[in-house]
T-cell receptor, first 117, second 112 residues
Framework: GAVVSQHPSWVICKSGTSVKIECRSLDFQATTMFWYRQFPKQSLMLMATSNEGSKATYEQGVEKDKFLINHASLTLSTLTVTSAHPEDSSFYIC?????????????FGPGTRLTVT | GIQVEQSPPDLILQEGANSTLRCNFSDSVNNLQWFHQNPWGQLINLFYIPSGTKQNGRLSATTVATERYSLLYISSSQTTDSGVYFCAVSSISNFGNEKLTFGTGTRLTIIP
């Protein structure tokens, strides 16, 4: 149990275009999902928290108009990188909160590698 | 915000060796998780361990919350253990959400 999928697993796009990444919890419902960004050989940095049915909350320094997040159902959150530029190239990872026993644990998707040319 | 430091940053071991990875954090936390990121980028949950000791096969973890550190032990290393190990601590964000802050990671390479 606790499987999270992401689509696509990799994408190459031209500068100025927009890219949508989907994150799905396959076997559980997730009222809260998270989006992270990871640069090569670095740690994961939280970008935003996605709450089902309400607006996402963004971490300091993350442009909400550039990284649009929608959490329309209990199993799906999407991240749209608008007007992508080469500096947006990165590994984007989502996770979903799941109640396991008495605790909330995060389960991670396989990631999406974005390359902007 | 909370700081999470891991040591060592890199570790190269022969297959069959044992290792200890350390995670230090700067403030009280609600919980702590250990993850293994495989070479393809997938993060795999290893332990949810806000305090105490847990074991799962060749892996075990201990968190001493009062002293703000956690240790991950890997015994009889195998090449499939290679990858990056992250600890992540949970705290409440300014928005009232529980958020994970990831450590700096330890890159483990097991040589056959």
């Amino acid at each position: 149990g606790a499987v999270v999928s992401q689509h696509p697993s990799w994408v190459i796009c031209k500068s100025g275009t927009s890219v949508k990444i989907e994150c799905r919890s396959l076997d559980f419902q997730a009222t809260t999902m998270f989006w992270y960004r990871q640069f090569p050989k670095q740690s994961l940095m939280l970008m935003a928290t996605s709450n089902e049915g309400s607006k996402a909350t963004y971490e300091q320094g993350v442009e909400k108009d550039k990284f649009l997040i929608n959490h329309a159902s209990l199993t799906l959150s999407t991240l749209t990188v608008t007007s992508a530029h080469p500096e947006d190239s990165s590994f984007y990872i989502c996770s979903a909160h799941r109640l396991t026993g008495d605790n909330y644990e995060q389960y991670f998707g396989p990631g999406t590698r974005l390359t902007v040319t | 915000g909370i700081q999470v430091e891991q040591s060592p940053p890199d570790l190269i071991l022969q297959e069959g060796a044992n290792s200890t990875l350390r995670c230090n954090f700067s403030d009280s936390v609600n919980n702590l998780q250990w993850f293994h990121q495989n070479p393809w980028g997938q993060l795999i949950n290893l332990f949810y361990i806000p305090s105490g000791t847990k074991q799962n096969g060749r892996l075990s973890a201990t968190t001493v919350a009062t002293e703000r550190y956690s240790l991950l032990y890997i015994s009889s290393s195998q090449t499939t253990d290679s990858g990056v190990y992250f600890c992540a601590v949970s705290s409440i964000s300014n928005f009232g959400n529980e958020k994970l802050t990831f450590g700096t990671g330890t890159r483990l390479t097991i040589i056959p």
